[in-house]
């Protein structure tokens, strides 16, 4: 006999291993189905690993223990909830805003009762889907109707779909954005079956260039707030006041896709200005469009505001039956907003302004608390402070400006990339995953977004 086959003669067979006590805590947690599928795939891996190293895997003592191993993995979320200490506070990929506990139970309720989602209690007629929302988003921005779609992106292909098809949609260069993920702004205007006329240059643009341009066959004149770029130095772009004036004179409206948009004025606390979606309505925008997941707070969400001959045609588009939000999409933005009517409680209350809001005294005291464990735990490989950062908003919203933080921060003594590397890995594999950001051939574990400071204490627990 070859040395292979007699290796390969002492992999188990499944049947025995189920009938095995090992397994009967697998069995009962995870069920016959799933348990039998893992053993078969660790069957072929041994076999692999016979053939290409000649010899058993290590765990072929203790087949229980690895299955669990394989078990408990394949049942991990694919939405796995992290630390994110990245410093980017409504960071994209970790999905944005986290929502207030008032939009939680909301969802929850949504999710777990029959809910009159389109359905008038005082009336027979069918509600519309929109309509409880529009009631208090018009409250807020002083508009006289709303459209809520799935996301920011959908709302600006609505708005152009059902306002210009066919016809040409002025913008001027300096505002031909793209957000990322494949949103640009003339690839919208061609998907919504609009003409894209660019006017004026990059850095300059004036109400002339959009005079000039508009025509017969204009629809709309469109102003894109640059949320993830700056323009600076010798610039001009014309207000959306200005150009209000100009589509009065023209019979033209004026459409403005805000990005973020904030509800509320956030100067009162120190942050950067960031244009509100109530200024537009009342400079006379026909149409403003922003997210639910930005600066608001809330779900991801498209808003829609504006006048109602317009939100009507919006409504009734055929995409808006595509795009339109879900039941639980809008049970959180209609808990969202309703923080908004009471804004003396919102900071408190709403973990976005919360975190944006916060001290970076209390950050830097939070650092200084933590500092002895990381030290403990890993001040052999690493030189680890608290040093100060700053944190960055993000989502594309106030792109330049940064908020006053804390880090700790984890210098390899041996210099190393690859040590700082498998450092993060480590992080990243704890139970619950703590994700940082390298920078200066070191570590940031920014702290402005860690609220629960025993948990993450917990979690560290070798
Ligand atoms: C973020 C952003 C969008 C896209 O919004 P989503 O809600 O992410 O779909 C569109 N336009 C501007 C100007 C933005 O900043």
């Known amino acids: 006999m070859t040395p292979d086959r007699n290796l390969y003669s002492q992999l188990p067979a499944i049947d025995k291993l189920l009938r095995d006590a090992s397994f009967s805590d697998l069995l009962r947690n995870f069920g016959h189905t799933q348990v039998v599928s893992t053993l078969r795939e660790m069957l072929e891996t041994a076999r692999e690993y016979i ?143 609009c003409k894209l006329v660019e006017v004026g240059t990059t850095n300059r643009t004036h109400l002339k260039d959009y005079r000039q341009a508009a025509g017969e066959n204009t629809a709309l004149l469109m102003k894109v707030h640059t949320s993830n770029y700056q323009v600076a130095g010798f610039t001009k772009a014309v207000t959306e006041a200005e150009l209000v004036e100009l589509g009065n004179e023209l019979n033209i409206p004026v459409v403005t ?53 317009l939100i009507a045609r919006i409504q009734s588009h055929p995409l808006k039956r595509a795009l339109r939000a879900d039941k639980m999409t809008l049970a959180a933005l209609e808990a969202t907003l309703r923080l908004y009517q009471h804004p003396e409680t919102l900071v408190e209350r709403l973990p976005t302004l919360r975190l944006l809001t916060r001290d970076a005294n209390e950050i830097t005291e939070l650092a200084q608390r933590l500092l002895p464990e990381f030290q403990s735990q890993y001040g052999e490989q690493f030189t680890v402070c608290v040093e100060p950062c700053l944190s960055q908003i993000g989502s594309g919203s106030l792109p330049v400006d940064r908020l006053p933080s804390s880090a700790l921060t984890f210098s390899p003594k041996d210099g190393r990339g690859s040590t700082l590397g498998a450092l993060t890995q480590s992080l990243r594999e704890l139970p619950k995953p703590i994700i940082g950001r390298i920078s200066d051939g070191r570590l940031w574990l920014d702290l402005r977004c860690l609220e629960d400071e025993t948990g993450f204490m917990e979690n560290l627990k070798p």
């Open 257 to 309: 896709d805000l990005g973020s948009g904030s509800l509320v004025d956030l100067t009162q606390w120190g942050l950067p200005e960031e244009p509100m979606p109530q200024q537009l309505i009342a400079a006379g925008v026909s149409l403003v469009s922003f997210s639910g997941d930005k600066l608001l707070g809330g779900p991801q969400a498209g808003i829609i505001v504006g006048k109602k001959d």
């Open 51 to 193: 053939r290409t190293q000649q010899q058993l895997p290590t765990w072929n003592g203790n087949w229980a223990a690895q299955a669990q191993v394989q078990l408990e993995s394949h049942q991990r979320s694919a939405l796995q909830p992290v630390f994110n200490l990245t410093g980017t506070v409504l960071h994209t990929n970790l999905g944005r805003a986290l929502q207030a506990e008032a939009a939680i139970e909301a969802v929850t309720n949504a999710m777990r009762f029959p809910v009159t989602l389109e359905y008038d209690l005082h009336g027979a007629e069918r509600g519309h889907r929109d309509k409880a929302l529009a009631g208090l988003l018009c409250e807020l921005t002083g508009a006289e109707d709303a459209c809520i779609v799935n996301n920011n992106a959908a709302a600006v292909l609505l708005m152009l779909a059902a306002c210009a098809s066919g016809e040409n949609v002025v913008v001027s260069r300096g505002e031909l954005v793209e957000i990322g993920g494949a949103f640009r702004i003339p690839d919208v205007m061609r998907q919504a079956g």
